[in-house]
């Protein structure tokens, strides 16, 4: 069954089987009303123990966006879908609510942004996350988090509210508020984060965030204030391990290296992938933007697969403790 069917019959049926994978279309009642989630579990998942990934969508975007299962101007990435499906990963990909300015939105950090939703998303995952256990057979010491964007902002606030009931997350193109709502980070957690040098969505130097067509975003750090701040709280040395990514595709714009802080995958790390010259964008090796997305977006880097990467640092991290 084509991914294109799959998201069509979402609306009309709580559970699609397909050859690799059962999508379910969920939901979960919340104070602010009923909360769509949907849930993907390839075909030859442990019984029990399963590791989970929960992917948070940017602003604008939606959880079928994140899981491929529809396309955002002609772009629809299946990066998630591949990888969970070759390491039996359990994936679950909320919405968010709709904010002032009609966009699917996360209620992150940003105390100054006019255009975030204002509803309890931290009760709602955390109550997502028991529900992942009970439900779904999530290893509650296998539970991470992906955000992209506005969805990556809402994976700091959950490794600062929440980081007891994580292993690890994850977020690219996002850098941590510069009025922050939120307490500082305080215990020392696992993070991954990729950013563009040339994201002009969020810049990498940090101040205004968002563009003419997403206005009253707030304001960020730099990455590298972001960087130094999930560093210092995992208690890490100065000094990371680097790696420059072989550059693969003579057309590629951008470079990518890799800073590793912490020696042992199983503990706590923090890693960073900068991507000279990327836009506001995931990496792939094998996936393009189409030409109206790369002139809003940016250029997409081709020396990484952002997934598997984030899945070999996330592996064999555990939480819970």
């Known amino acids: ?55 948070l969508h940017g602003h604008g975007a939606s959880a079928a966006s994140m899981l491929g299962l529809s ?36 209620n992150d950090c940003r105390g100054d942004t006019e255009t975030n939703a204002t509803s309890d998303d931290v ?40 980081a007891p009931r994580l292993a690890a997350i994850g977020v690219s193109g996002s850098v941590m508020a510069a ?46 204030e972001t960087v130094m701040l999930w560093r210092k709280n995992a208690g890490l040395p100065d000094t990371p391990a680097t790696y420059h990514y072989p550059h693969l595709k003579a057309d590629d714009k951008t470079s990518a290296t890799r800073y590793v802080w912490g020696t042992d995958p199983s503990a706590v790390q923090v890693a960073f992938v900068r991507v000279d010259g990327g836009g506001h964008v995931h990496a792939s090796k094998t996936e393009e ?13 081709h020396d990484v697969d952002m997934a598997d990467e984030m899945w070999n640092f996330f592996k064999d991290k555990r939480g819970g403790k």
């Not at 019959?9 to 379910?24: K, M, R, W």
């Not at 989630?37 to 019984?47: D, F, G, Q």
């Not at 030409?291 to 977006?297: A, G, S, Y």
Request: net charge positive; charged share 20%.
């Open 123 to 162: 009760g709602f995952l955390s109550e997502l996350i028991d529900r992942a256990i009970t439900e779904h057979h999530a290893d509650p010491a296998r539970i991470y988090i992906y955000g992209a964007s506005n969805g990556g902002g809402m994976a700091y606030r959950l490794g600062i509210e929440l």
């Open 1 to 55: 069954m084509q991914l294109r069917s799959i998201c069509a019959l979402l609306l009309a049926s709580s559970a699609i089987h397909t050859a690799n994978a059962t999508v379910a279309d969920k939901a979960l009642a919340r104070p602010e009303g009923s909360r769509h989630y949907i849930v993907m579990e390839p075909a030859s998942l442990p019984p029990e123990k399963r590791p989970t990934i929960i992917l």
């Open 289 to 301: 933007l189409p030409w109206v997305l790369r002139k809003l977006l940016g250029n997409m880097n």
């Open 179 to 224: 009025h922050s709502s939120c307490k500082a980070p305080s215990r020392p957690l696992s993070v991954f984060m990729l950013h563009g040098t040339a994201d002009e969505i969020i810049p990498y130097q940090g101040g205004k965030l968002g563009h003419w067509l997403m206005t009253g975003r707030g304001t960020g750090v730099s990455m590298d």
């Open 71 to 106: 396309s955002f101007m002609g772009y629809r990435s299946q990066d998630w879908l591949r990888l969970a499906e070759r390491e039996k990963i359990l994936l679950i990909a909320p919405d968010g609510v709709k904010a002032s300015d009609g966009k699917r939105a996360w």
